[in-house]
T-cell receptor
Framework: DAGVIQSPRHEVTEMGQEVTLRCKPI?????LFWYRQTMMRGLELLIY????????DSGMPEDRFSAKMPNASFSTLKIQPSEPRDSAVYFC????????????FGQGTRLTVV | AQSVTQLGSHVSVSEGALVLLRCNYS??????LFWYVQYPNQGLQLLLK??????LVKGINGFEAEFKKSETSFHLTKPSAHMSDAAEYFC????????????FGGGTRVLVKP
């Protein structure tokens, strides 16, 4: 398996622009998580899905953030409009309720908003 | 809700010396516990996990950790540090009732001196 695949790896955008981050989970996994990593706040869970349904979005910082999972093999995290304080590394992770308890992480998307 | 505290944001060890990273957790129900490692510009990789059973768990790269319920701890050790162990290490907790979502500690950055 190729693991969790995120794109792009790096994104530089101007303040006010829309940003879309993409994630392909491991095939067969039924949980998908979006995390944000910053120096100040560490690793924060933004939202997670189970069987494509959002379960807990309490970590989404503002209405500017939205996430979707239209099918089992694809998820997006969108920021609109983006702000400099959104600069961070965003990780997607997936796990299986049938094959262990650990989550597998993608390589992350490093977002810089200027 | 669960929480994790990692004592020491930075640890410096000499090559060949013992590595000890401390992790304490809080959970009102039996936890699942994890250690992840993050190399620069990479995602998180699972080192080891405790779910049930034997409280001393062995992971990759010679690391091991012991679950001590009475102390609510899950410290990570490696008898002899190698230069390649320089990375950031994260302790995390999850509980079955909350899906597989992970709550992370703040991380400990390990520097290995020759």
């Amino acid at each position: 398996d190729a693991g969790v695949i995120q794109s792009p790896r790096h994104e530089v955008t101007e303040m006010g622009q829309e940003v879309t981050l993409r994630c392909k989970p491991i095939s067969g996994h039924d949980y998908l998580f979006w995390y944000r990593q910053t120096m100040m706040r560490g690793l924060e869970l933004l939202i997670y899905f189970n069987n494509n349904v959002p379960i807990d979005d309490s970590g989404m910082p503002e209405d500017r953030f939205s996430a979707k999972m239209p099918n089992a093999s694809f998820s997006t995290l969108k920021i609109q409009p983006s702000e400099p304080r959104d600069s961070a590394v965003y990780f997607c992770a997936s796990s299986s309720s049938n094959r262990g308890t650990e989550a597998f992480f993608g390589q992350g998307t490093r977002l810089t908003v200027v | 809700a669960q929480s994790v505290t990692q004592l020491g944001s930075h640890v410096s060890v000499s090559e060949g010396a013992l590595v000890l990273l401390r992790c304490n957790y809080s959970s009102s129900v039996p936890p699942y516990l994890f250690w992840y490692v993050q190399y620069p510009n990479q995602g998180l990789q699972l080192l080891l996990k405790y779910t049930t059973g034997a409280t001393l768990v062995k992971g990759i790269n010679g690391f091991e950790a012991e679950f001590k319920k009475s102390e609510t701890s899950f410290h990570l050790t490696k008898p002899s540090a190698h230069m390649s162990d320089a990375a950031e290490y994260f302790c995390a907790v999850s509980v079955k009732a909350a899906g597989n979502k992970l709550t992370f500690g703040g991380g400990t950055r390990v520097l290995v001196k020759p």
